[in-house]
């Protein structure tokens, strides 16, 4: 970070000269006594539906070789917390911005994964090795997804269907019994663009772990066993994707999607206990079955009126079976639910472009229906219809060096009636690769069905009664996206601060001796910076760093929303030849203290976690190459996790595994 | 903002420079804000006692991890007395007691010596021994009577043996007296005893002891328990024999009168009696089967909060003859679960209600009277004299706390109740408001039996920590046990002479001095801010009092 501050600051003069006179680098009979200092700006990534959010993409591609996984990748991006309740296969969900895991939207190629009953989505059940890249909007974004983007809205983007034939197949051996096998194939056949993917996950997931003392009021408390195994934790998980897609003339293309997903995983539940394996959960266990089909067809220039129209159309179905047939303590009972979600989506947006005056516009009119249904053995059935109607302009001014975005989403949900979601953005770009940005918004969020409609068990229950989340947001920052800067490569800088004040915020409470149910708990506010750069230094050295500062209280006490650390530090150095032949990437991610309950009180320690890769593709090695003919890549990789062995917890009672190994052969061809 | 950012840049900075540099051993951190509190390592701390010939040293226990932690409580906040670390008891305790995969679940401490306190744990049934100097288990020579059928203590040793234990077990094989009906009416089934009505059992929930025996209360819920039908089967007293005395301690359930059958569901506590005459007895709480309430979906309102299914009572358990002698039916009271509060005078005893603002309460007077060869009577005036001064129909009610928690759902909890050590004021906390309610008592001259109401005071209410609301978050709240420290405040100690617990979201112990009643509405206030009740930051606590006079129903008859 300080590296990229400093190396922004010195560049910023020669950046600023630079645009007044872009072009190649200065004849060579000028003489000067300092090194010259280039920049060449690019143009950052923005998401087409909300270009002035502030916004990470995540190139897949561009971790070819490392053992990783979707929420590993989404815990690096700035302003991104992701809660882990174990190790790979495992549970995990994210906070964008000191938001709630329901406050964030995440979709599969544009079509939501949240289902109606819960609003959150566990990132484990999305393999990488069928995404072509993650989007991530921090801030917002109800205008475009309606309810839940309170913190944000994570797209990802699947396996592109078409262009030239090609093959992947990957192999992973990893630690604690861990295995995985993908491949994917995409081209072009009879005009036919086309994807399939497929990616089986395996798991003992039997990693012994350490468990906290307690520096308590009173003194130390030790834990009894010292150290468990977990147990009940093998997971399997299969995956698949297709896509086609087809052109018909020059303006119109069909595609289809389908995503399919089947895991069958042991629950070990808490380690709160003491005796056996520390209390886990011997017998829970849950099987999850999930198909999301979207068809999307895109018309450019509809009659002739440079209107361009999008209808997409979606379908997710999901099946939950979970079963403990160890009954619990005091209720004496043993638990099996079995819930489904469907969620029918219809959305239609058209995109045209006027110049009015000394004016550019680019606006967007979409409307948006939606169907949830849950049918489950635990509740009473349950369904609900939202329809929305948005509007948004991209008012380009000064050859779109000023841009003004205004949006407006009404969306009515029923049982809540109708909401009006406005939003303004801004995008200055004063110089070439230089851009000030900002947005303020309204948000919300719907409450889940089980939120509202959890039956009364004695110990629990849904709140019919609970109003929506509502948050009135704001960001600030500048970005730097320059292609040269000095011998810096591929530069890019982002500052951002941002403001979140949220209202009505849902929060499961005891409200009587023995009874816990969501309730809307009052006014909250999130305040934070996020900090991120990269580049790159004679091609042999990349190094990218993030930092996250996040104040987020609860208003009048003060006291600090549990489950979010208030700092967050990532940095990836990745060395290697250009020719990526040989990578070594060094990762290190330090994590601040987490509170875990409402006063703030019981804090989870800070950690810093340490990973490395090295990987070889052998068919970018000249000795080797004719040898593995045929392969663009051949990347074998070695590959250590948590390589300090750090105690790792974002859950008080969910532990994480310790150092970990990992070899990975991929095959590009 | 700028103080933010350069908050911001020190810790970053610091976390840099801590790359690396991780502790050997991390921990998660346990504070407490409330500067009368000492925090506890887990949340629902479920018990404290003082350590008799220890002064000012309280055993406090905790629920998970599962401890007993020795406490000097005259410093403000309260101090650990034992240098630690403290080790989770619960797998220790498991396997002595139950050897199954459930952990004890601690349910309160009763301190019966300087180097003996005992834990009443429920999951893993038993009665644990812990020394309250250092939080260390101890061991006992656990036996069981050799007549006894093999089954009929399960998890103890072997009829006519005896092993190295460091808790009892409190499974018993018990066939109740016909009719032989649980809590919803239904005849009870075969269990442990094939042929026979019969079940173990469970929940175990109070330890008194009273000279050489223990008598332990058991619950007997069957199943569903927190759930909205709980099935309460006939509830049990438990009674062992005891002798501390010898090198080994040893300990065996009574070979006469092992169990005892309490006159209705669910005895919660047991509480040691020595009446005037020197007649030492054991108090029985029995609450009373209760269930929940649903809510109504015809109502705007959320209801939530328990109701009363069978009647509760107070038992009276003769300890020489180990038999009920005497039952004082208080009617659908819902007794609350911690111990009775007895006054120094030993004339009257109060109990709270674990569904509302109420308090109950029984004159001990006519106990040192009953015929110790005859039948149980009922102390309600219909087979013996009437001792009941307050009961479900005609109850002292404490006042509620303006803006404290929703009726609705949380309509009171007398979570504890404590006499203070000079005899005129009882103390009731309240779980749903967080209120601690000093009643003014007045015993002198001697009333009549029973105690006419109007012997009861104008209550006072003070915050001690924030009522069960919504909006309470980030505050500590759900109050837990109640103790008053033995001896004379400002004379025989300085520090606090009460100590509560708190639940949430910390466990906390903490301790305060009480003040003594106003003569006018807010002098408790003012005294309690003197006496440095207020907590601070969080405002509760901060000198608001009520006062109201408690209002009794008068008693039908």
């Known amino acids: ?669 | 903002l700028i103080a933010r950012a350069h908050r911001a840049a020190v810790s970053s900075l610091v976390l840099c420079l801590a790359v690396g540099a991780a502790p050997l051993r991390a921990a998660i951190i346990v504070d407490s804000s409330d500067p009368r509190c000492v925090s506890l390592p887990g949340r629902f701390p479920p018990g404290l006692d003082f350590v008799p010939g220890a002064e000012g040293v309280a055993a406090v226990a905790n629920f998970a991890p599962g401890l007993v932690v020795p406490v000097d409580v005259e410093p403000v906040p309260p101090e650990s007395a034992a240098p630690g670390p403290f080790f989770d008891l619960r797998s220790a305790i498991a396997a002595d007691a139950c050897s199954s995969s459930r952990d004890p679940e601690l349910d309160g401490v009763v301190a019966v010596a300087p180097d003996l306190a005992l834990a009443t744990a429920s999951s893993c049934e038993c009665v644990a021994f812990i020394d309250p100097r250092s939080g260390g288990l101890r061991d006992f020579e656990v036996g069981v009577p050799a007549g006894f059928a093999p089954g009929f203590f399960p998890f103890a040793p072997a009829p006519g043996t005896a092993q190295l234990r460091a808790a009892v077990s409190t499974r018993a094989c018990v066939t109740p007296p016909p009719p032989a009906l649980d809590s919803f009416g239904a005849s009870i089934a075969p269990g442990c005893n094939p042929g026979t009505p019969s079940y173990l059992t469970s929940f175990t929930s109070g330890v008194a002891r009273v000279g050489d025996r223990l008598f332990v209360a058991t619950s007997n819920i069957g199943s569903g328990a927190g759930t909205l039908a709980t099935q309460f089967l006939p509830g049990t007293v438990l009674v062992f024999d005891l002798d501390l005395g010898a090198p080994t301690p040893t300990l065996h359930p009574d070979a006469e009168h092992p169990v005892l059958f309490t006159s209705g569901f669910n005895p919660t506590d047991v509480t040691p009696y020595t009446t005037p005459g020197g007649r030492a007895l054991v108090l029985v709480s029995v609450s009373g089967a209760t269930g929940l309430v649903p809510d109504d979906p015809h109502t705007p309102e959320r209801e939530a909060g328990g109701v009363a299914q069978s009647a509760a009572a107070i038992d009276v358990i003769d300890t020489v003859q180990a038999r009920l002698v005497a039952t004082v039916p208080l009617g659908l009271a819902a007794l609350s679960f911690d111990r009775l509060a007895v006054d120094p005078s030993g004339r009257i005893a109060l109990a709270g209600s674990s569904i509302g603002r109420r308090v109950y309460a029984v004159d001990l007077a006519p106990l040192d009277g009953l015929d110790p060869d005859g039948p149980p009577v009922a102390l309600d005036g219909s087979t013996g004299p009437d001792a009941v001064i307050f009961d479900a129909d005609a109850p002292l009610e404490l006042p509620a706390l303006a803006g404290g928690a929703p009726p609705e759902t949380c309509p009171g909890y007398v979570v504890g109740i404590a006499f203070a050590a000079d005899g005129r004021r009882a103390l009731a906390t309240d779980f749903c408001d967080g209120t601690l309610s000093v009643i003014p008592v007045r015993l002198s001259p001697p009333p009549p039996v029973p105690v006419p109401p109007e012997r009861f005071g104008a209550i006072e209410t003070v915050e001690l920590v924030a009522p069960l609301r919504p909006d309470s978050l980030g505050l500590p709240r759900a109050l837990g046990a109640l103790r008053v420290r033995p001896g004379v405040p400002g004379a025989d100690f300085q520090g606090p002479d009460a100590l509560f617990l708190v639940g949430l979201p910390e466990g906390l112990l903490c301790g305060i001095r009480v003040p003594e009643p106003g003569p006018v509405p807010g002098a408790l206030a003012a005294a309690a801010a003197l006496a440095g009740l207020a907590l601070g930051r969080s405002g509760w606590g901060s000198g608001r009092a009520a006062r109201r006079r408690g209002r009794s129903v008068p008693r039908a008859g």
Do not use: C
């Not at chain 1, 639910?337 to 009015?356: C, E, G, Q, V, Y």
């Not at chain 1, 049982?415 to 004063?430: K, N, T, V, Y």
């Not at chain 1, 800088?493 to 001796?513: E, H, K, M, N, R």
């Not at chain 1, 703030?600 to 593995?628: E, I, K, M």
């Open chain 1, 1 to 669: 970070v300080p590296a990229v501050l400093a190396a922004t600051v010195l560049g910023l003069p020669t950046l600023l000269r630079a645009d007044d006179a872009p072009g190649p680098p200065p004849p060579p009979e000028v003489h000067r006594s300092v090194p010259e200092v280039v920049a060449e700006a690019v143009e950052p990534a923005e998401p087409p539906q909300d270009p002035s959010s502030f916004t990470t993409v995540i190139e897949v591609e561009d971790y070819r070789g490392e053992v990783t996984s979707t929420e590993e990748l989404l815990s690096r991006v700035p302003g991104v917390h992701v809660r882990r309740f174990g190790g790979p296969g495992d549970p995990a969900e994210i906070s964008i911005r000191g938001s709630t895991s329901q406050q964030v939207v995440i979709q599969l190629d544009g079509i939501r994964l949240d289902t109606a009953q819960s609003g959150s989505v566990d990132l484990s059940t999305i393999p990488l090795a069928l995404l072509d890249r993650i989007e991530v909007s921090r801030g917002g974004g109800s205008v475009e997804s309606g309810s839940g983007a309170i913190g944000g809205v994570v797209n990802l983007v699947t396996l592109r269907p078409g262009g030239p034939p090609r093959n992947t197949l990957v192999g992973t051996a990893g630690s604690f019994g861990t295995w995985e096998v993908s491949g994917a194939r995409s081209g072009t056949a009879r005009d036919t663009e086309y994807v399939l993917g497929y990616d089986w996950f395996q798991t003992e997931g039997d990693w012994t772990f350490e468990r906290f003392d307690q520096q308590t009021g009173i003194g130390v408390v030790k834990p009894v066993p010292a150290e468990a195994t977990r147990i009940n934790n093998a997971s399997e998980s299969q995956a698949g994707l297709i896509g086609l897609g087809r052109g018909f003339g020059d303006d119109v293309h069909l595609s289809f999607r389908d995503a399919f997903y089947y895991d069958s995983r042991g629950m070990p539940g808490l380690d709160a206990g003491s005796v056996g394996e520390a209390g886990q959960r011997a017998e829970a266990h849950e099987r999850r079955l999930r198909n999301l089909a979207g068809l999307q067809l895109e018309a450019a220039d509809v009659a002739g009126r440079g209107v361009d129209l999008t209808v997409d159309g979606g379908y997710l179905w999901e099946g939950v079976r979970f079963q403990d047939s160890e009954e619990v303590p005091r209720l004496g009972t043993s638990v099996d639910s079995d819930d489904s979600n469907a969620t029918a989506t219809l959305r239609a947006r058209a995109d045209a472009a006027r110049r009015i005056a000394w004016s550019d516009h680019r606006a967007t009119l979409s409307v948006e229906g939606q169907r949830d249904t849950l049918a489950s053995d635990v509740f009473d059935a349950q369904s609900r219809n939202a329809l929305a109607l948005a509007v948004q302009d991209d008012v380009g001014f000064f050859t779109r060096r000023l841009r003004i975005l205004p949006a407006l989403r009404w969306q009515d949900t029923e049982g809540f009636g109708g909401a009006w979601l406005p939003r303004i953005g801004l995008i200055a770009e004063p110089w070439a690769g230089l851009r000030l940005k900002g947005n303020l918004e309204r948000a919300y969020r719907v409450p889940s069905f089980d939120e509202l409609y959890f039956p009364d068990k004695g110990f629990i229950r849904g709140n019919p009664g609970l109003s929506s989340e509502d948050a009135v947001e704001g960001d600030l920052g500048v970005e730097v996206a320059l292609a040269r800067l000095g011998p810096l490569r591929d530069v890019s800088l982002q500052a951002v601060g941002f403001y979140d004040d949220i209202t009505d915020s849902i929060v499961y409470v005891l409200v009587s001796p023995s009874l816990v149910e969501p309730e809307n708990t009052g006014p909250a506010t999130v305040t934070g910076a996020e900090l991120s750069g990269s580049f790159r230094v004679f091609e042999w050295v990349g190094l990218e760093a993030s930092y996250t500062y996040l104040d987020a209280r609860r208003d009048g006490l003060g006291t600090p929303l549990p489950g979010r650390p208030d700092q967050e530090l990532d940095l990836r150095l990745d060395l290697g030849p250009p020719s990526r032949a040989a990578r070594l990437v060094v990762e290190m991610q330090a994590v601040g203290e987490i509170p875990v309950t409402d006063t703030g009180n019981t804090r989870l320690p800070s950690r810093t976690v340490w990973d490395a890769a090295l990987s070889f593709d052998l068919a970018r090695w000249p000795a080797l190459r004719d040898r593995v003919g045929g392969f663009r890549h051949l990347v074998l990789t070695f590959q250590g996790t948590n390589l300090t062995n750090a105690v790792v917890r974002d859950a008080e009672f969910f532990p994480q595994p310790g150092r970990g190994f990992a070899v990975r052969v991929e095959g590009d061809f």
